[in-house]
């Protein structure tokens, strides 16, 4: 992927780019994407009780969190590449740092959690509010978006800031974002069909009850990584138990296709 495919595509973006916003006053997830990476640090100036912050970028990038309401952020998680960084000021590789005792996670490539035929189908970047142009390799903003609220279940959009260049300078909660695609249609971590796991946290067999009677339905966990783990085939009922007891400790996705709609849900193996 080369960036001079995207110039003619961020001419035109830039013609309707969008004021900066804030999705859900009450919301706990600020989300930053782009493509070009840089030093990325965020200014937590909005007392935002359980704050969880999600980045997305194709090339290296060095995120830092600092502010007076930085002890708020309870967890950072980077999805993307990290792709050599020499373009915004040195070689620049993916970390995270200033995060206290929050939770960190850096997923190179994981799975998008939805489908969009304009976007990849794995989170790799982002630089546009679109949803519904080509997005040139990168993903459509609601993939983003949807990945991190179902990582972080029970959350809200907060605000979402998108840009393609390199982040300079500080980026400050009470500046908002660019994007709000999903901010009045999406509700974390629920499928349309309500789906539930439990336990979870699980350490041994994860249930999962479906809304309806399934037929030949397809069951398929992932790591947080996208690594697909574990896969089960011809599933019928209203619940299938799914033995967990081999994988690792950590987070996982899982994926469920009943022929009609494929939905994902977050869990934890202890």
Request: proline residues 2%; neutral net charge; hydrophobic residues 35%.
């Amino acid at each position: 992927m080369k960036k001079k495919y995207f110039i003619l595509i961020l001419f035109f973006y830039s013609l309707f780019a969008v004021a900066q916003t804030v999705c859900n006053p009450s919301g706990n997830l600020m989300v930053f994407t782009n493509y070009s990476g840089g030093n990325l640090n965020i200014d937590v100036d909005v007392n935002i009780p359980d704050l969880k912050i999600g980045v997305v970028s194709y090339e290296g990038t060095a995120i830092t969190i600092s502010g007076t309401f930085a002890g708020n952020v309870t967890s950072v998680a980077y999805a993307g590449f990290n792709n050599t960084n020499l373009s915004c000021g040195g070689s620049i590789s993916t970390s995270i740092s200033g995060a206290g005792s929050a939770t960190t996670n850096i997923a190179f490539a994981p799975t998008a959690t939805l489908s969009n035929s304009f976007g990849y189908g794995s989170i790799i970047c982002g630089y546009s509010c679109s949803t519904t142009t080509n997005q040139g390799g990168c993903n459509t903003v609601d993939q983003i978006e949807n990945y991190f609220l179902n990582y972080f279940p029970g959350c809200q959009l907060y605000a979402n800031k998108v840009q393609y260049d390199c982040w300079t300078g500080n980026q400050s909660l009470s500046a908002g974002g660019t994007c709000c695609a999903l901010a009045t249609r999406l509700t974390s971590g629920v499928s349309q069909k309500k789906l539930s796991i439990f336990p979870n946290p699980a350490a041994a067999n994860l249930t999962i009850a479906f809304n309806t009677f399934v037929s030949n339905g397809t069951v398929r966990v992932f790591s947080a990584a996208g690594e697909l783990v574990k896969q089960e085939s011809n599933i019928s009922g209203t619940d299938h138990s799914v033995n967990v007891s081999g994988l690792s400790a950590g987070i996982y996705f899982i994926e469920t296709n009943d022929g009609e709609e494929i939905s994902h849900l977050r869990f934890i193996k202890n």
